[in-house]
């Protein structure tokens, strides 16, 4: 007891500590909710993300949940399509979202067809696993073992566990994961880029020296049999993780996340720059510059939004400070257009950028980045280039016309021919992750953590 205080002062002072504490705190939320009324018209998102998933789920779902991805600009599918297992992985994720927001039914059961035609066509029942491609009949046309499909297929079975509460998709989830874990892991601890059917060595070149991921990636990386590793299909594999134990709450799987994330940043991320390189040597050692070494631009704000994720579901708070900030304050200083907004795609490893030209998902991720930074990380600075970036967004990749999004960077005044203005159906994802976080950050969907594990945070 403090010295001098009876009982009932002390009692008295403690309240008024408290009062002034709650007081305090409702005022940062005001604040807070003021600067997001400010920065976001949660009315604006909720319609561009509902919107966004209708065109997709109108125009490229086949009644059987095969989504096709090649669609033109006013949303005609090709005639001949193969469904990826990214592709159908993203979209479960899409109609998740769309169901959240709307809790309409129709969501709900577009969600299944995708998830249950997957489920019934891409699993291998003799080598365990699933194929890469298949047909609308159920053919398969890439029988690999993709890392990046893979870890697609968990995160779209996840999110539809955890929506539908369905035990078959959580089942699936970690059956997949535990096939993932059994087949792709190479040696040094890491994942494959990619494996033929059996697991047993790297798949032969892809055809065409095409990426086949359907990612607009600024770069094509070297054919996998040249024993080129990369981080992106191991950062899809920890939003995945981080999915699965979301719909799970599976003990298993977050420990399972924070090794992945600590093996990454602890032996791949380059401390003295702060930053992470995309392409590496058989030993997992950076690729130099000479050997398209560089860093995408893109995937450092993609991954400081999953560090401050994994923080928010119990990851130590020391990993937001040591990877998710400094992730930031590269990507930001190296990619930023302080003249129009939005980000360059392609830096070096000094933190200059090398390529000019904007893509649609880099765009998304530092918007996404940027509003979760400034609303729950309190770097208020940040709504300058927000604000800034989202106009540019709106202008010059949002199809005033037909709808959705370009891929690359649109100018009015100097238009491409209109084959070039397909639409993409793999950058869709990102696009609505995007929307996704302004409707979060506003309240419109949930934190969609599992609560009974949050005691697991550490400082």
């Known amino acids: ?236 594999l920890f939003e995945a993780l981080l999915a699965c134990y979301d719909a799970t709450g599976s003990r298993e799987v977050f420990a399972d996340a924070e090794a992945h994330g600590n093996a990454m940043f602890t032996r791949l991320f380059q401390d003295t720059g702060g930053y992470l390189p995309e392409f590496y040597d058989a030993e997992w050692k950076p690729l130099a510059e000479s050997t398209q070494g560089h860093v995408e631009l893109g995937h450092q704000f993609e991954w400081a939004y999953l560090w401050g994720q994994a923080v928010d579901r119990g990851f130590p708070g020391r990993d937001l400070r040591l990877y998710g900030e400094r992730l930031l304050h590269f990507g930001t200083k190296a990619a930023y257009d302080t003249e129009t907004g939005g980000i360059l795609s392609v830096g070096d490893y000094e933190g200059h950028p090398v390529q000019a030209p904007k893509g649609l998902w880099q765009q998304c991720e530092f918007l996404r980045a940027l509003m979760n930074y400034a609303a729950v990380r309190n770097h208020k600075e940040l709504w300058a280039a927000f604000d800034k970036s989202l106009e540019m967004f709106k202008e010059h990749f949002m199809d005033a016309k037909y709808g959705g999004c370009f891929s690359t960077y649109y100018d009015p005044r100097t238009p491409p021919e209109e084959s070039r203005l397909g639409k993409n159906g793999i950058d869709c994802y990102h696009v609505c992750g995007m929307y996704s976080e302004a409707l979060r950050l506003t309240g419109v969907l949930g934190r969609c953590t599992a609560p009974q594990f949050r005691d697991r945070r550490k400082k």
Request: hydrophobic share 35%; aromatic share 10%; net charge positive.
């Open 1 to 236: 007891m403090l010295k001098g205080m009876s009982r009932r002062s002390l009692l008295q002072f403690a309240g008024a500590g408290a009062w002034l504490g709650s007081r305090m705190a409702t005022a940062r939320q005001a604040e807070t909710s003021g600067a997001l009324r400010q920065h976001i018209d949660a009315d604006w998102f909720r319609k561009a993300l509902i919107e966004e998933i209708d065109h997709w789920r109108k125009s490229a779902e086949l009644p059987s949940g095969f989504v096709q991805q090649t669609i033109d600009r006013q949303w005609r599918p090709a005639a001949s399509q193969t469904a990826t297992l990214t592709c159908q992985g993203r979209h479960i994720f899409m109609r998740a979202r769309g169901y959240e927001v709307t809790r309409d039914p129709v969501y709900l059961e577009s969600l299944r067809r995708i998830a249950d035609f997957t489920l019934a066509n891409f699993r291998d029942t003799q080598y365990g696993g699933m194929f890469f491609s298949v047909t609308p009949d159920g053919k398969v046309v890439d029988d690999r073992k993709d890392g990046y499909g893979t870890a697609f297929a968990i995160f779209g079975l996840s999110h539809a566990a955890r929506v539908t509460r369905d035990e078959k998709y959580r089942t699936a989830a970690l059956e997949t994961w535990a096939q993932t874990k059994k087949g792709l892991r190479d040696k040094a601890g890491f994942f494959k880029f990619a494996t033929t059917r059996d697991y047993s060595q790297a798949p032969g070149p892809t055809r065409g020296g095409t990426n086949k991921r359907g990612d607009a990636a600024a770069f094509v990386p070297p054919q996998e049999s040249s024993g080129t590793n990369t981080q992106n299909p191991m950062m899809h």
